[in-house]
């Protein structure tokens, strides 16, 4: 049963879809359209990326991607939709639109989205950390609210403090290609390897393009001795 006081926050501030704004008659985030128009990710999919594969590939288990991979810099990657010009505007209210309230509902779609990586045991998250003076300007991390609510829900602990941007790069969406892993070389430091060492370790951002970002935090991360590194975003671009 649902407490008297959360009734009455609900009456006076209705809960609304995260996406058209559209007021809801429960907690689950999004009405039925949008929820429709969502490209969930689900299988088939590459069991070590989560790269979606075609209605037909049931029988593929591994991308080109992987297969060519010698020496993967995580163990799982997942993600809950494709980012595309319908779900973008999720993402970007929560980055810069101070919708962080939205944060809560994409932690429970992570949470099951990643469902692959809890099973096979994750001892800490951490979220993809912005530099100080970007963190100042906008005030918040998303990758941090999301990486505050998801360790809530399936009960890991989280880590703010160990892993630090120390670089503070221009942002990678100006950049394409090579130029972003130029761009994001050496801006992550761990700074208590005591704390990451034979860890299994779960970073949190919201979206995962050409993978640089996370690719060269899990690189810090594996080089201070993290016994292994899962990625989880809320949205990837197919490629």
């Known amino acids: 049963m649902i407490p008297f006081f959360e009734k009455f926050i609900n009456f006076i501030l209705p809960p609304r879809c995260i996406n058209c704004g559209k007021i809801l008659n429960d907690q689950d985030g999004l009405c039925e359209e949008c929820f429709s128009q969502i490209s969930f990710i689900s299988r088939p999919f590459c069991e070590k990326c989560g790269q979606p594969f075609e209605a037909h590939s049931s029988d593929v288990k591994l991308c080109g991607a992987c297969l ?4 993967p810099l995580f163990r799982l990657f997942r993600s809950v939709f494709l980012y595309d010009d319908f779900s973008k505007k999720m993402i970007l209210s929560l980055k810069f639109m101070d919708k962080t309230e939205n944060a809560k509902h994409l932690a429970r ?22 530099h100080y003076n970007r963190m100042l300007k906008r005030r918040y ?21 160990s892993v630090i941007r120390c670089k503070n790069n221009r942002p990678q ?28 370790i779960l970073l949190v951002d919201d979206v995962y393009t050409t993978g640089s970002t996370m690719k060269e935090c899990a690189k810090e991360l594996l080089k201070a001795g993290a016994k292994s590194v899962d990625f989880l975003t809320i949205a990837r671009t197919s490629h």
């Open 68 to 71: 060519k991979e010698k020496k």
């Open 109 to 130: 779609m992570m949470n099951n989205a990643g469902e692959d990586i809890f099973s096979e045991g994750v001892d800490v998250i951490i979220p993809i950390p912005l």
């Open 141 to 161: 991390n998303q990758s941090g609210l999301l990486a505050q609510h998801l360790a809530k829900i399936c009960h890991v602990s989280i880590d703010y403090s």
């Open 173 to 200: 969406v100006e950049f394409s290609g090579k130029r972003r892993h130029q761009n994001i070389k050496g801006v992550f430091q761990v700074k208590r390897p005591e704390k990451i060492e034979e860890k299994r």
